[in-house]
């Protein structure tokens, strides 16, 4: 579950977003270290205090067990909703419209992506793996109201990699 860090950066904004957005690309690595796919999320106050962090557990069986989602949850528990309306959630792929629709649900601020779902779609492609059960929609067609930014070029390469070593070790069909 996603943990607190107390953490606290004091870094201009935008250095500050590629210093989350590259955390969420460690949890991400994490990840898959531990045999789980690549995505890794951080959410973080206005103040940018990183509140708490999270990466994918789908692995346990679980499919809803994505980092975004987790973190939704964790902010609807702990936050005010003027925190949660504050806060960014930092992600290494775009939110997949279950955690677009949890992010809006919960009232949570700006999303900040490191990779698109459509980069992600092309690379699972090359790499010949089944497509989603469900289909990808942009952050904005399910939550329109959420500030988004992303994908960060600086990144892809580096999650390609990860996903790439993810179903390399993965049966085929798997």
């Given amino acids: 579950m996603a943990e607190p860090t107390g953490s606290e950066e004091t870094v ?6 590629l210093v989350h957005l590259r955390r969420c ?6 990840a898959v270290d531990a045999g789980d796919e690549p995505f890794g999320s951080v959410l973080v106050a206005a ?12 692995g346990a069986g ?3 067990l994505h980092p975004e989602f987790a973190l939704a949850r964790w902010a609807a528990t702990n936050l005010t909703p003027a925190e949660r309306a504050t806060a960014t959630v930092y992600t290494s792929g775009e939110h997949c419209p279950m955690c677009a629709a949890a992010h809006g649900w919960v ?16 690379w ?3 790499l010949d793996v089944a497509p989603s059960p469900v289909r990808a929609l942009p952050i904005h067609e399910v939550a ?5 930014d992303g994908p960060e070029p600086t990144l892809a390469a580096q999650v390609r990699a990860l996903h790439a070593r ?3 070790a993965r049966p085929a069909g798997g």
């Fill in 12 to 17: 201009p904004r935008a250095d500050a977003d």
């Fill in 25 to 30: 690309v460690d949890l991400a690595t994490a």
């Fill in 47 to 58: 103040t940018g205090e990183v509140l708490a962090e999270e990466r994918n557990r789908v």
């Fill in 62 to 64: 679980d499919p809803t």
């Fill in 107 to 122: 009232g949570l601020g700006r999303i900040v992506y490191a990779t698109s779902s459509a980069q992600l779609a092309g």
């Fill in 124 to 126: 699972l492609a090359e």
């Fill in 144 to 148: 329109p109201h959420v500030v988004v």
């Fill in 166 to 168: 993810f179903h390399a």
